[in-house]
């Protein structure tokens, strides 16, 4: 696995004026991964957009390593970089604590029945988020130490589309209570709608 990051030129207009819906975020990183279009191969690729010190990037983990120059394409120039995963991934263990910061799209199935599959009905209270977060945790392999909503928007999935998606941005603390399923939260995410920005959990040690 590889974890890469580039800061998005936001200042250059005609860079990211193209970047007005999660549909084109998500066929930048397709793209960055020539290798794969070329063999037809798509693998699952988490991302999210991160604002850190008034600057945005894109943070992105993957199986394979980007090309770091197209992964630049809306980048500014010089800011991307990309390393291995596993040796971090490794290094977790059983009962250690993390902070946490996870973009992810709570929701939950209504009016499911025996004919009929249900509608998919986003939470849009800040308890109803939490809760959702909490109810992941334990199939998650970890626990809630604290946990808050620092973020929440509506943003588009397609250029002149009316469709949008619930975006939450989660911060805290956690305790690992099985590994091999907290591992797995971390390399193939969390919740609904991944190919858009969502389920993608990092954490760094206490």
Avoid at 10 to 18: A, H, L, S, V
Avoid at 187 to 201: H, I, N, P, S, V
């Amino acid at each position: 696995m590889y974890l890469s990051r580039v800061e998005i030129d936001t200042k250059n207009r005609q860079k990211i004026r193209d970047l007005s819906h999660l549909g084109a975020y998500h066929g930048w990183i397709e793209q960055s991964f020539p290798d794969e279009i070329a063999q037809g191969e798509r693998k699952r690729h988490l991302w999210r957009i991160d604002q850190l010190q008034g600057r945005t990037y894109l943070l992105l983990l993957s199986p394979d390593k980007p090309d770091l120059e197209k992964l630049e394409k809306y980048g500014r120039p010089g800011t991307a970089m990309s390393k291995d995963y596993e040796p971090f991934l490794n290094r977790l263990a059983k009962n250690q604590v993390l902070r946490f910061r996870l973009t992810a799209n709570p929701a939950f199935r209504g009016g499911k029945s025996s004919k009929h599959p249900g509608k998919i009905i986003p939470y849009f209270a800040v308890d109803k988020q939490l809760g959702w977060l909490e109810n992941k945790a334990e199939n998650g392999g970890f626990k809630l130490l604290s946990a808050d909503v620092v973020g929440h928007d509506r943003p588009s999935l397609r250029k002149q589309s009316r469709v949008s998606l619930n975006r939450t941005v989660y911060e805290g603390v956690l305790q690992i209570t099985d590994l091999s399923k907290f591992r797995n939260v971390l390399t193939e995410g969390l919740g609904r709608e991944k190919a858009f920005g969502m389920g993608l959990m990092t954490v760094i040690p206490m």
